[in-house]
């Protein structure tokens, strides 16, 4: 569930800069989404810390923390550092997910075996057209709340401050589980290439999906 939550969150930062029909709300809130995603997107990426909580649907919570970096097109990296080691990682190219407690690397080149409407976005065959504006409200803060549905895809809940700075984002899974991330300490600074390569470290057992279809059994390589 974690993976598909992450990848979906990570993949619209890299994809929505653009707004498609507002018929549910007054073209004037589109307008101002719009200007708001325009100044996440403009640099071509950005860093941050992370705090993410997921809010189980039977009751109770849990809470991680790291870092995310972002590189358009295509090229990301989500850390965790608790409550333990994980990473997902991009060059544009080969996603890497990586966790170390494990000693455990999976390779993929295609998306479509954990979100086909994520790979969608990667890649670039989302259209304005696909991205509807459902909801808006106020928020305490003094910022604002959009909610927004990508195709035929879930719901995403994005918040920004009144200077429209991303303050957050949710989804929710077909459970009723929902999946809040809260940014900080934003660097506007487009991350070099360097932070988006992986290279799996000695000993690691490198599970290779990247040329596998679903019904195939995956080559495991143990890097020596």
């Known amino acids: 569930m974690i993976r598909r939550l992450v990848l979906m969150l990570v993949l619209a930062l890299l994809a929505i800069p653009y707004m498609g029909s507002a018929s549910a709300v007054e073209t004037g809130a589109a307008g101002k989404l719009e200007q708001a995603l ?24 849990q809470h991680y923390t790291g870092k995310l970096a972002i590189k358009r097109p295509g090229r990301f990296l989500w850390q965790y550092s608790t409550p333990y080691e994980q ?8 996603i890497w997910h990586y966790e170390a407690d494990l000693m455990q690397a999976e390779r993929m080149r295609s998306l479509d075996m954990v979100d086909p409407v994520a790979m969608k976005l990667l890649d ?79 000993g690691v057992e490198v599970i290779d999906v990247s040329g596998y279809e679903s019904n195939q059994q995956p080559e495991v390589i143990k890097v020596q």
């Open 124 to 202: 670039g065959r989302v259209g304005i057209k696909d991205i509807k504006l459902l909801a808006t409200e106020k928020l305490r803060f003094g910022g604002v709340s959009y909610r927004i549905q990508i195709g035929q895809g879930p719901e995403l809940l994005l918040a920004f401050s009144v200077a429209d700075d991303l303050r957050w984002l949710e989804s929710e899974d077909m459970l009723g589980n929902r999946n809040r991330m809260i940014l900080s300490s934003v660097n506007r600074e487009i991350p070099s290439e360097a932070s988006f390569q992986f290279v799996p470290p000695q």
């Open 87 to 94: 990473l997902y990682i991009s060059s544009g190219d080969l």
């Open 38 to 61: 325009s100044k996440l997107t403009k640099s071509g990426g950005f860093s941050c810390q992370f705090r993410q909580v997921v809010y189980f649907a039977e009751g109770g919570e």
